[in-house]
């Protein structure tokens, strides 16, 4: 009879200790999350993307407040569009055919990169070779609208690059703002981006900064 006891005893821990294995096999650790990893969020727009940074460099970051430090005129043509998390204004403008233009505007503190890194950066992305600094001087000019110096670089692609149809170009100015950089950029179909040429030279002329020296 005792034994009998005993051995139903134990066949009820075999079960219970069965169920306690069942549960800890079924149990999913959650994948973490890109939150709290302690990195900052990258962005296209950054003009240290695809940049080659020294090691132990820090990447250039948005200046820690903007509101108001800018104001312009929105073009005719142009469509206003809402600004993202990187753009501090963002505008598209729409040619034959459907063909639209990007035109954005973004702010990074201190000298984000050089010039030279952002002007092959942007070469890059038309799928253009880098250039040097000896060669900068013949790839982009100084301007200086509303009588504020800036660099205005402007490049086409060799290759069908929209819709494999169109040359893509890019046109780029750069400017020097209380410490931080400026860069405002449209992009899109060569021949639009050209016959747009006069209304980003009026855009550039009306710009006003509420920190300009």
Same mark, same amino acid.
């Given at each position: 009879?005792?034994?009998?006891?005993?051995?139903?005893?134990?066949?009820?821990?075999?079960?219970?200790?069965?169920? !306690?294995?069942?549960?800890? *096999?079924?149990? /999913? @650790?959650?994948?973490? $999350?890109?939150? %709290?990893? #302690?990195?900052?969020?990258?962005?296209?727009?950054?003009?240290?993307?695809?940049?080659?940074?020294?090691?132990?460099?820090?990447?250039?970051?948005?200046?820690?407040?903007?509101?108001?430090?800018?104001?312009?005129?929105?073009?005719?043509?142009? !469509?206003?569009?809402?600004? *993202?998390?990187? /753009? @501090?204004?963002?505008? $598209?403008?729409? %040619?034959? #055919?459907?063909?639209?233009?990007?035109?954005?505007?973004?702010?990074?503190?201190?000298?984000?990169?050089?010039?030279?890194?952002?002007?092959?950066?942007?070469?890059?992305?038309?799928?253009?070779?880098?250039?040097?600094?000896?060669?900068?001087?013949?790839?982009?000019?100084?301007?200086?609208?509303?009588?504020?110096?800036?660099?205005?670089?402007?490049?086409?692609?060799?290759?069908?690059?929209?819709?494999?149809?169109?040359?893509?170009?890019?046109?780029?100015?750069?400017?020097?703002?209380?410490?931080?950089?400026?860069?405002?950029?449209?992009?899109?179909?060569?021949?639009?981006?050209?016959?747009?040429?006069?209304?980003?030279?009026?855009?550039?002329?009306?710009?006003?900064?509420?920190?300009?020296?």
């Amino acid at each position: 009879m005792i034994r009998a006891q005993l051995l139903c005893v134990f066949s009820c821990l075999l079960a219970f200790s069965a169920c !306690k294995n069942d549960e800890v *096999s079924s149990y /999913r @650790t959650p994948k973490a $999350s890109g939150a %709290g990893s #302690g990195m900052p969020p990258m962005s296209s727009e950054m003009p240290s993307s695809g940049m080659e940074m020294p090691s132990g460099a820090a990447l250039p970051t948005a200046p820690a407040a903007v509101s108001g430090a800018i104001k312009w005129k929105t073009p005719k043509g142009w !469509k206003e569009l809402s600004p *993202s998390e990187m /753009r @501090t204004a963002s505008f $598209s403008a729409e %040619g034959k #055919g459907g063909l639209k233009a990007d035109i954005s505007a973004v702010v990074l503190a201190g000298p984000a990169g050089g010039e030279l890194a952002n002007v092959n950066r942007w070469r890059g992305q038309l799928n253009l070779g880098p250039i040097t600094e000896a060669e900068l001087a013949a790839h982009s000019k100084k301007i200086s609208p509303g009588g504020r110096p800036m660099l205005l670089s402007d490049f086409v692609s060799s290759e069908l690059l929209i819709d494999n149809r169109y040359k893509k170009r890019l046109v780029a100015a750069t400017c020097s703002v209380g410490g931080n950089t400026w860069f405002f950029k449209m992009t899109g179909e060569d021949a639009l981006v050209r016959s747009l040429a006069p209304s980003f030279t009026q855009f550039l002329e009306n710009l006003r900064f509420s920190d300009a020296p």
